[in-house]
T-cell receptor, first 113, second 112 residues
Framework: GESVGLHLPTLSVQEGDNSIINCAYS??????FIWYKQESGKGPQFIID?????DKRQGQRVTVLLNKTVKHLSLQIAATQPGDSAVYFC????????????FGKGTRLSVIA | EPEVTQTPSHQVTQMGQEVILHCVPI?????FYWYRQILGQKVEFLVS????????KSEIFDDQFSVERPDGSNFTLKIRSTKLEDSAMYFC??????????FGEGSRLTVL
């Protein structure tokens, strides 16, 4: 079965609102998690990552939260902009070694102007 | 800013033909990957390559697939005899020993 998945396939938000995209993972051995953004016809673009020794990490307008107890990951985008419209994937692996990154199914974020 | 580059951006081929997709990973990276994405679906792992050999491969990466690093810069994916279901975006990626995986823009393969 799939080890990484997403709760919602689509999310529509008003421009300026905050967005929250959720992800569940099942491999408790994973210690590295990444959020990728994929615009139409392009490759996945790194947004933010977090290691399992952290609960929260902030970037520019984005925050990733990790709850290891329930194996849940979320991406928060503040003041969502039209340029944020894309598909967002969470991905997991073990940071050391060469275990491949496992992607979830993706959530399409649509920003309504 | 260093980037992973892929060619061609789009390849159309007849079923049964061989296809080679090309990638130039970021120069100081050590791990190289191929992923594919069927239209509208998630990104799926195909194969990883380290120290001039395959280190891991998925069920998708059967005998029809092969990878090669013919020189110090290129990393190719070959599909020997393409099938209709091989139609997808193929992404090359690379990284250092740990951390962020950098993806190329992808090569779209259309098998007719």
């Amino acid at each position: 079965g799939e080890s990484v998945g997403l709760h919602l396939p689509t999310l529509s938000v008003q421009e300026g609102d905050n967005s929250i995209i959720n992800c569940a993972y099942s491999n408790s051995a994973s210690d590295y998690f990444i959020w990728y953004k994929q615009e139409s016809g392009k490759g996945p673009q790194f947004i933010i990552d977090i290691r399992s020794n952290m609960d929260k990490r902030q970037g520019q307008r984005v925050t990733v939260l990790l709850n290891k107890t329930v194996k849940h990951l979320s991406l928060q985008i503040a003041a969502t902009q039209p340029g944020d419209s894309a598909v967002y994937f969470c991905a997991e692996n073990m940071d050391s070694g060469n275990t491949p990154l496992v992607f979830g199914k993706g959530t399409r974020l649509s920003v309504i102007a | 800013e260093p980037e992973v580059t892929q060619t061609p951006s789009h390849q159309v081929t007849q079923m049964g033909q061989e296809v080679i997709l090309h990638c130039v990973p970021i120069s100081n990276h050590l791990y190289f990957y191929w992923y594919r994405q069927i239209l509208g679906q998630k990104v799926e792992f195909l194969v990883s390559f380290y120290n001039n050999e395959i280190s891991e491969k998925s069920e998708i990466f059967d005998d029809q697939f092969s990878v090669e690093r013919p020189d110090g810069s290129n990393f190719t994916l070959k599909i020997r005899s393409t099938k209709l279901e091989d139609s997808a975006m193929y992404f090359c990626a690379s990284r250092l020993l740990t951390g962020e995986l950098f993806f190329g823009e992808g090569s779209r393969l259309t098998v007719l």
